[in-house]
């Protein structure tokens, strides 16, 4: 089987296939819209597969190991037939995406998804984050209005840069493509220990006493690192850190409140883009009020 | 006119049990040119080779076989029984019909004895074309240079030293001492590590059969073993150490403060400095890239316009000898050795690799070793544990173990072996200078392989109260003053949260930098870790596969103390051997060249793993290949590529073997 142009530089490539996946379409519209615009503004083509379908986060991962290479090889084989590399923004879409391709390496694997989906596997695209794509074309990023004196505290949550072995995009314990990013926009990524801490991912209806324990402390991290914000480049991280803001205070008494944003929305921002454009007034946290007082808004 | 005695082993019944001797023996005596066959129960045995020493002499035999077990076995014992028999020890061959044969065919009598039949053969065939060898003595330098001044460089070079030799030992730091300097204490008995090391350094550098070179690398290496020659780069230390007296008054009194790399960054140094007070050499090196001066200098060099630094050289005035020498440079000189020992020890594993730990980011963050420098009487705190942040004392220590050891992720697969044992001795004394103290251990197993060492780690859990918690640590964060660890007790399957003052990465050892370069230049092994490789891990454990030159201490791999001085010794040991000879017998299977049919195309030069061929020049211009029969290990590979036909190698001639080839259709 072939991975299509697994070579080529990211650099030069002008055009990419979009994985949305299910959250940029409903309750990430926010990542959605920014992710599309801040590109179009960096000469960067995105192009929506068609026909995508579900990656498999997280029910299919947790449940059936089958399931989770299926689901994501059948969007693979699509995109190995438009022949760009498939770009997705979701860190949970990405993580199934980039592992799934992983496993279709293994011949006997292979065949068995090639069964199960029942079309055969000839080519599959290389699977690449919004992240990496931005950070191969980080110098030529036309800053517009810089981000000055915002601090911000990069979070990058748990999938995009594990399992080691498999995503492998940055360092697992102190990752670098983010704070690259921000520093390169502007403004001052903080040092902080909880880059890749777990938010608590699928658990805030079954076990909101550890989703909420578990943002607390990133959140009450972030604060004290002096973060004004904190940027995420996956849904579920900013609907666990965004949504339990009020729930975390009432709970533990300390006001650990932080604006949650999508790191696309910083780098639209600083392209010259505006609040309502980009979104930026439609979080629980409104990061707003931050972002006007440092003249940003 | 060969007359070929062929003997057979029954080797018990390793051969006897699958080849038919009698066969073996009625087809031997139908080979050409054998006068007389027999069968032993045991060639080797003394009767066995009585027996050979007596067919000789009866028969008249000028050639012998034995069929027997692999020439690595007995190859040596029989060349001994046919040079008691009169002969030259060249004159026999092994026909290995027990490794290659028995062994492997022990299913199938019947192919097995043909087998043996033709490996007979093969050997008769060219046994009949060997010819009398003789070995070359090529003289030697008896004095041996050490690569490396810890403890186990100046244990080779002290044992060599009383053993009546010459020798230099070089170190690239300002002093000798090594790591061991750097300890405060020593497992499992609590040593002063500076009270036994100090009187051995200084017993070296009054030996009067040693010369030290500080401060000093080797630069490249040349020839074979007994006649080294070796290139010493001395970096230029800036103070004249004939004239100093090292009085001290210069690194008291120089006002550029630098983070001491003896101290690991727990303490500073000046510019013009002596790591430590007890050092050997006790005289300053200036240090080039910070020294006020050298900077004034290179800024007027550099020609720009703008405010000169000062130009300082306080050190220039006070010095009360005038021994400090701007102008000196790095000198580089020859010398010629017998024997190399590379002791170049190691260095800890740079943590900040794992950035879950926050090494280098949070300064209450440190290392084992750093934490040797902050109990040490002489280091930077004056003995007192303060920590680096706000100099508090510290009450929870977490140590954190296999920090870039039993990692395959850090590529760091091995044990360190020493990790398990310093963090005992160190709970051991954080509770001697502050009984409040209370050490948390996360460990994965407790390695404490070694005489009194299982002793002493359960002293530190039940006399010092040290708490032992078996599991990983998975993050370490800064909340206030205080260390936030998060980790698991895998024992109740729990995971754990404490907070500490002070957290203590138990560093694994990787070898020292620079060791690939200096293997290259030797031309001996290192493994994937960058560990240098012994000749036999278990039988030549301070031995390389280069002849003359030899490794001792934590070069090779992990050591803590006693064994980094066992093998010093050990080393040392192996150079005075070589050195009680007058002269060094080389094996004379070694290749030749014919100059009249070399091409002088070298293609042999590129192949040859053992660097022993060279070139020289005709008196008429044409340059040939020549090679040096010290270094040659008679492996082949050059009469393998010669195009020409021009080299041959004794003792396993073209002609030999082409004879050996054809004997089997014959």
Redesign the interface.
Not at chain 1, 171 to 174: I, P, S, Y
Not at chain 1, 191 to 194: K, L, M, P, R, V
């Given at each position: 089987m072939k991975q299509a142009e697994s070579t080529g530089t990211l650099a030069g490539q002008k055009a990419f296939s979009y994985f949305p996946g299910c959250s940029l379409h409903s309750t990430a519209r926010e990542y959605d819209v920014s992710a599309r615009l801040s590109c179009e503004a960096l000469g960067i083509e995105l192009k929506e597969l068609e026909g995508w379908a579900c990656c498999g986060a997280s029910s299919a991962h947790s449940t059936n190991e089958l399931l989770a290479v299926s689901l994501p090889a059948r969007d693979l084989k699509r995109a190995g037939e438009v022949g760009l590399p498939l770009v997705a923004a979701c860190a949970m879409c990405f993580s199934r995406l980039k592992i799934a391709s992983h496993e279709l390496q293994n011949n006997d694997m292979r065949k068995l998804v090639q069964t199960v989906i029942g079309q055969e596997i000839q080519k599959t695209a290389r699977v690449v984050h919004l992240l990496e794509v931005v950070d191969s074309r980080l110098d030529a990023i036309p800053v517009k209005k810089p981000l000055t004196e915002l601090k911000v505290a990069c979070y990058y949550g748990c999938l995009l840069v594990r399992p080691?072995e498999k995503v492998a995009i940055d360092?697992?314990?102190?990752p670098q493509l983010m704070d690259r990013l921000v520093r390169k926009l502007g403004a001052e990524p903080v040092?902080?220990?909880?880059k890749t801490?777990c938010c608590g991912a699928g658990l805030p209806l079954a076990r909101p006493d550890i989703v909420l324990k578990l943002c607390h402390r990133i959140l009450a991290?972030a604060r004290?690192a002096g973060a004004d914000c904190i940027a995420v480049a996956c849904p579920e991280c900013h609907s666990n850190l965004d949504t339990h803001q009020e729930e975390i205070r009432a709970r533990y008494g300390d006001d650990a409140r932080v604006p949650v944003v999508y790191f696309t929305q910083l780098l639209g921002l600083a392209l010259g883009l505006s609040v309502q454009q980009l979104h930026l007034d439609k979080h629980l946290t409104d990061p707003v009020p931050v972002l006007s007082s440092k003249g940003l808004a | 006119m060969a007359r070929i005695g062929v003997f057979i082993c029954h080797c018990g019944s390793n051969i006897a049990g699958s080849v038919d001797i009698a066969r073996v023996l009625e087809a031997a005596r139908k080979m050409p040119q054998v006068v007389y066959v027999e069968d032993n129960k045991y060639t080797c045995s003394d009767p066995g080779q009585a027996s050979i020493r007596n067919a000789v002499k009866a028969h008249r035999l000028n050639r012998v076989v034995v069929a027997a077990c692999s020439p690595r076995m007995h190859e040596k014992t029989f060349r001994k029984t046919v040079e008691q028999a009169g002969l030259n020890p060249f004159l026999l061959e092994i026909a290995n019909i027990r490794e290659q044969d028995s062994w492997v065919h022990s299913d199938d009598k019947e192919r097995a004895t043909e087998k043996a039949i033709e490996i007979v053969r093969l050997a008769v065939a060219k046994v009949a074309r060997n010819y009398e060898l003789y070995a070359r003595q090529i003289s030697l330098t008896k004095r041996a240079l050490v690569i490396g001044g810890g403890i186990s460089g100046i244990q080779a070079a002290l044992d060599i030293a009383n053993a009546g030799h010459e020798v230099v030992l070089v170190e690239r730091e300002p002093t000798i001492g090594g790591r061991m300097a750097q300890l405060d204490k020593t497992f499992p008995t609590l040593d002063c590590s500076a009270c036994i090391l100090t009187p051995k350094m200084v017993e070296l550098a009054q030996h009067n059969r040693v010369v030290l070179f500080t401060y000093a690398e080797v630069q490249s290496i040349k020839g074979f073993v007994g006649n080294f020659e070796v290139e010493v780069r001395q970096k230029a230390r800036k103070v004249n150490h004939t004239t100093c007296t090292g009085c001290g008054t210069c690194w008291q009194k120089c006002p550029e403060k630098v983070p001491s790399e003896f101290d690991l960054g727990m303490g500073q140094r000046t510019a013009i400095y002596i790591p430590f007070p007890q050092a050997v050499p006790t005289k300053p090196v200036i240090d080039t890239e910070h020294c006020r001066y050298m900077k004034y200098q290179r800024f007027v060099a550099s020609g720009e316009e703008d405010k000169k630094p000062p130009q300082c050289r306080v050190c220039e005035k006070l010095c009360p000898t005038g021994s400090i020498d701007w102008e000196e440079q790095d000198r580089v000189f020859t010398e010629k050795f017998g024997a190399i020992i590379v002791a170049t020890g190691y260095q800890t594993f740079d943590a900040s690799a794992y950035g879950e730990y926050g090494a280098g980011m949070y300064p209450d963050v440190i290392s084992g070793l750093q934490l040797e420098r902050l109990m040490c009487a002489s280091g930077p705190t004056g003995g007192e544990v303060k920590r680096p942040s706000d100099g508090a004392h510290p009450k929870t220590v977490v140590f954190v173990s296999c920090v870039g050891s039993r990692d395959e992720a850090k590529c760091r697969p091995y044990c360190s072996k020493v990790c398990c044992m310093y963090m005992a001795k160190h709970a051991i004394m954080l509770r001697e200078h502050d009984p409040e103290v209370q050490c948390y251990i996360f460990y994965i197993d407790i390695r404490a392989g070694g005489k009194a060492y299982e002793e002493f780690t359960r002293r530190a859990q039940e006399e010092y109260g040290a708490i032992y918690l078996r599991g990983r640590i998975s993050k370490i964060y800064q909340e206030g003053k205080k260390l936030v660890v998060l980790g698991e007790d895998s024992l109740i399957g729990r995971p754990v949260e404490l907070s500490a003052d002070l957290v203590v990465l138990a560093t694994g050892m990787e070898p020292s930098s620079g060791v690939v370069e200096l293997a290259q230049k030797l031309n001996i092994s290192y493994d994937t870790n960058q560990f240098l490789v012994e000749a036999h891990p278990k039988l030549r454990p301070v031995e390389t596969q280069s002849d003359g030159i030899f490794l001792a201490g934590a070069c090779v791999g992990p050591r803590d103390i006693p064994d980094s001085v066992a093998q010093g010794s050990a080393a040392a040991v192996k150079a005075a051997a070589l050195f009680s000879q007058d002269y060094i017998t080389t094996d004379p299977m070694t290749a030749m060249v014919d100059i009249s049919r070399c091409t002088g195309c070298l293609l042999c030069t590129q192949v040859c793993p053992f660097k022993a061929i060279s070139t020289q020049a005709l008196r008429d211009g044409r340059v040939v290949a020549s090679v040096n029969e010290g270094l040659c290990k008679g492996c082949g590979l050059c009469a393998a590529v010669c195009r020409s036909k021009a080299i041959d190698l004794r003792g396993f001639t073209n002609q030999q073997l082409f004879a050996e080839v054809t004997s089997l259709w014959q």
């Open positions: 080691r360092d697992a314990e102190n040092a902080w220990a909880f801490e991290q004290q | -």
